[in-house]
């Protein structure tokens, strides 16, 4: 595992999360995500760390409400939010990232239009 930095636009918001140095990512096809060229990594909330900006956050929920959406209220960048997949985790924006420390993305598409019958198909969270 490599710990990983990154943050929004305009550098308030930053935090560290722990994923290998070759990422998987995911990029889902559904309204929010191809709206704001959303790359996902999924890793458990004890892998991700805020490290500052809390007080430059606002959120944004829609439809079901089960997704928390956190973005900077200055530069307006998503950099990582509360995902209804995955409750219980962090879904981290992999284009937020400092480049530093990676070593390779790999890109899977999900077709979130479609969300609920393709759901299962995402990797589970292990604690």
Known sequence: MTTHTGGCHCGKVRFEVDAPARISATECNCSIC???GY???FVTRKEFRLLQGEDALSTYTFNTGAAKHYFCR??????????RSHPDGVSV????LDEATLERVDVTPFDGRNWEQNVSKLS????
């Open 39 to 41: 790359l996902h990594l």
């Open 93 to 96: 924006n992999v284009r937020c």
């Open 74 to 83: 200055h530069c307006g960048v998503k950099s990582f939010y509360i995902p």
């Open 124 to 127: 589970r969270l292990s604690d």
């Open 34 to 36: 191809s709206k704001a």
